[in-house]
């Protein structure tokens, strides 16, 4: 009866593979130097807020001008559990970072995503603080 009522209040998720495509498919090229290949999936006018907080990076220039400063280091991205809910995710995230040498960093945080009609991000944001990274 209860899980019922849950069902029925939830928003229709039309595009919930597009969703979970999009956000696997960032974290999964999080590692990539080919900037034009990570820009495909992110909308002309995308928003990324990383960390939450922070002045927001807005559009491809500003995404790729982000991204360029850590292309030298080894990264890898995963997700690790996510909600969809209308046009939105949620998600649990890891990053791991690597010089080549021997300093490395892990980031354990949570996420926000939104995809326009074709699938492209719209926005993202990360939380995570001090306690996230080891």
Known sequence: MLKDYLFSILPPSPNANLLKAAVEGHFASIGS???DERLSRWAPDAELE??????????????????????????????????????????EFEITLDDGNADRARIIGLGN????????????QAFFDASSVS
């Open 113 to 124: 995503a939104h995809i326009d009609p074709t699938g492209r991000i719209t926005k993202m």
């Open 33 to 35: 130097k080919d900037f």
């Open 50 to 91: 990383d960390p939450v907080g922070s002045p927001p990076v807005i559009g491809h220039d500003a995404l790729r001008a982000f991204w360029e400063p850590v292309a030298r280091l080894n990264i890898s991205g995963s997700v690790k559990r996510m909600v969809i809910c209308g046009d939105k995710a949620s998600y």
